[in-house]
């Protein structure tokens, strides 16, 4: 093999390896936003639980009011 040869496949070694770093740091960011993505989803997720239980408790209070009102106990509103 000459030296032209061995020159060549040092360079394409070195443009490998550039191109590994590059994908791995690419890797990197996108692990690090998925971790991010996934701790929002969790914040949402206890949101909706806890606007999901405020809303049941509403509607409970709608009912318990209605029926206040027509069962003749309670003043109307």
């Known amino acids: 093999m000459d030296s032209g040869h061995v020159l060549l496949a040092l360079e394409e070694q070195g ?4 191109r590994r770093k ?3 740091e690419r890797l990197r960011q996108i692990q690090s936003r ?8 969790e914040a949402v997720r206890g949101k909706i639980e806890q ?4 809303l049941s408790s509403l ?4 009912l318990e009011s209605i029926r206040t009102r027509f069962s003749g106990s309670g003043s109307p509103r």
């Open 15 to 18: 443009k490998w390896r550039e």
């Open 34 to 41: 998925k971790r991010y993505f996934a701790k929002e989803l």
């Open 51 to 54: 606007f999901g239980a405020l």
């Open 59 to 62: 509607k409970r209070g709608t």
């Open 22 to 24: 590059r994908l791995e």
